[in-house]
């Protein structure tokens, strides 16, 4: 039994071969926009653009799934060319963007700049990983840098959204970090711009900052952590320690908790808070602790802090650190989630 229509009986293999022909072409540059249309059959993009009916691939999918959900051949059958299809749709899409795209930055003349509208519809209703096939499809078809393209004709905060939005995951990582040492974005003699790094390093995966150090590197033929130590002076040493840690691979970024081990790390920073004036507080003692530990840990461990001494850790914490080193800590109590709402708020 077939499942792309009710016509067609078309072996598997055929199917992968002719999904893995098309994806290479696409990635080639070859395919342009009349040979993606003709890839895509009448009956998939009927299915893509209303309700299926009876001689939908959709459809049939479906009566496939309906009649011989039990037979693994037909179900393996019904995915390949799920996923075949799916592959399609998004080489259609990123031709499409991108002839929305061209249009939309020769509409820029002396006195307008590119067409907002179509460049938003283009943009910023897509995911990254559909972005970055956009971009390497403008390349194939125009031979130009779609970010590079799109940044001439916009201005203001509104072109550096679209610079960032248009940027694969490692890129963002080290835009941010060229915007951070770049201080004549904050001014002269201002240094660095802390917040910037605080709010990439607690909101990325070890793996994600080791692969957005790897561009920056690359580009810059520079060492991050020899910049870091560099823009961040005796005054932010104690963020500076923290910040490497969080990239180095010595953080735990599982699920699992600890109580009996949160409620003892609860007791060590209680006691290191309560020093007095006189008495030299332990900030890397305090970096060590939260900065290793899991979100879900740290999480605990200020349940048991609150519950124990009666008042916050955020709290216990405020005043005894720099206000830099104070922010980053605190955010590393909270999801990434939270975070990113508390700073938005």
Same mark, same amino acid.
């Given at each position: 039994?077939? %499942? ?73 059958? %019904? %995915? ?13 899409? $990123? ?15 002396? +006195?307008?700049?590119a067409n907002d509208r179509k460049l938003i519809a283009a943009l910023f209703t897509r995911t990254k990983s559909q972005l970055q096939r ?42 941010? +970090?060229? !915007? $951070?040492?770049?201080? $004549? ?18 909101? !990325? ?75 030299? +507080? ?38 005894? %650190?720099?206000?830099?080193? +104070?922010?980053?800590? !605190? ?15």
């Amino acid at each position: 039994m077939g %499942c792309c229509g009710s016509t067609e009986e078309e072996p598997v293999e055929a199917v992968e071969s002719e999904a893995v022909t098309t994806h290479q072409a696409v990635e080639s540059g070859v395919t342009r926009t009349e040979q993606v249309r003709v890839d895509l059959n009448i009956a998939e993009s009927a299915a893509v653009k209303a309700k299926p009916g009876n001689e939908t691939f959709i459809s049939s999918v479906l009566k496939a799934r309906m009649e011989a959900a039990d037979n693994a051949a037909t179900m393996k059958d %019904c %995915c390949i060319r799920l996923q075949a299809h799916n592959r399609k749709l998004k080489e259609y899409v $990123a031709v499409y963007d991108c002839q929305t795209i061209k249009g939309a930055v020769d509409e820029a003349g002396w +006195f307008s700049g590119a067409n907002d509208r179509k460049l938003i519809a283009a943009l910023f209703t897509r995911t990254k990983s559909q972005l970055q096939r956009t971009r390497k499809q403008y390349r194939d078809m125009y031979d130009k840098d779609l970010r590079k393209e799109v940044m001439d004709d916009t201005e203001g905060s509104y072109r550096k959204l679209v610079y960032y939005a248009l940027s694969a995951p490692d890129e963002y990582i080290a835009d941010i +970090f060229d !915007r $951070a040492f770049d201080v $004549a974005l904050i001014g002269p003699d201002m240094g660095c711009d802390e917040t910037a790094l605080l709010e990439i390093f607690v909101t !990325r995966t070890q793996e994600q900052l080791q692969a957005g150090k790897a561009k920056w590197e690359g580009r810059t033929d520079k060492s991050l952590v020899d910049e870091l130590n560099s823009e961040l002076g005796s005054s932010y040493r104690h963020l500076n320690k923290l910040l490497q840690l969080l990239y180095m691979g010595d953080r735990r970024e599982d699920e699992e908790v600890e109580e009996e081990k949160a409620q003892k790390q609860a007791e060590v920073i209680k006691e290191e808070v309560d020093k007095g004036w006189f008495e030299d +507080f332990d900030e890397s003692m305090i970096i060590t602790v939260i900065g290793t530990n899991t979100t879900n840990q740290n999480q605990l461990m200020a349940q048991l802090y609150e519950k124990t001494f009666g008042e916050s850790l955020v709290k216990g914490l405020k005043g005894k %650190c720099g206000p830099r080193l +104070f922010d980053a800590l !605190r955010a590393l109590l909270m999801t990434k989630t939270d975070f990113i709402v508390h700073c938005i708020i």
